[in-house]
Each structure stands twice: as structure tokens, then as C-alpha cells.
């Protein structure tokens, strides 16, 4: 999908050839950060998702740590717009480096309760 004219670029992430299988396996075990990028994937549109948007009862500095974590796995691409980050998942990366991968979080299913 082309970027929007006047995109920020996105903020530090790994390279498609150092992201790790390991590394991302990590980041999505959190059963929260697996929701988060299960939400992304499911409800995508043209443009990326501020934290605000997933509806999240959680202290900001929790989230921080949670898409950061993402981020830095190389699940998510986040970019800075004023005050804002928003975020959306990588998938042609991810499908690149682990095939089938995006595919079993999205069908995935949260358990309820």
C-alpha cells in the first residue's frame, strides 16, 4: 500500500533480514501485545492506529512499553505525528522472513472470560 504524500518516517526498527524469529515469537507472547496486533491486523484501513484507538484500560506508560516492545521486534512500524504515534503491523515483512506467521494471529482467538 503507497504512503500517504507527507508520511513522517517511521521510528527505529529492525531491518527485514535481522528481524528473528525468536525475537518476534517474544514480543507476541505477551497476551496483550497479541491482541494488539490481532486488532491491527483484523481492522486495518488506508492509515495507521493511534494507542488511542484500540480502547485500552491501561496507563499510558503500560502501552508505551507494549507497542515499543512491538517496534522494536520488528511486528510493528510506528511513526511520529506531532504529539502521536501510530502504528500498523509489517506484514509484507513479516511474511517475508516468516511465512504463514500473520496468518495464525489473525486466527488466533483470544480466550474469553
Do not use: N
Request: hydrophobic share 35%.
Amino acid at each position: 500500500m503507497p504512503e500517504p504524500p507527507g508520511t513522517p518516517p517511521p521510528l527505529p526498527e529492525p531491518a527485514v533480514d535481522d528481524l528473528r524469529l525468536e525475537t518476534v515469537l517474544g514480543a507476541l507472547s505477551d497476551p496483550l501485545r497479541l491482541r494488539i496486533v490481532r486488532k491491527l491486523l483484523l481492522d486495518r484501513e488506508e492509515f495507521d492506529h493511534t494507542c488511542g484507538w484500540f480502547g485500552l484500560d491501561r496507563p499510558k506508560s503500560s502501552l508505551t512499553h507494549h507497542f515499543k516492545a512491538l517496534r522494536e521486534a520488528g511486528v510493528i512500524r510506528q511513526r511520529q505525528y506531532g504529539l502521536e504515534r501510530r502504528s500498523h503491523v509489517r506484514v509484507e515483512d513479516l511474511d517475508a522472513r516468516f511465512p504463514g506467521l500473520v496468518d495464525l494471529v489473525i486466527a488466533w482467538s483470544p480466550e474469553s472470560g
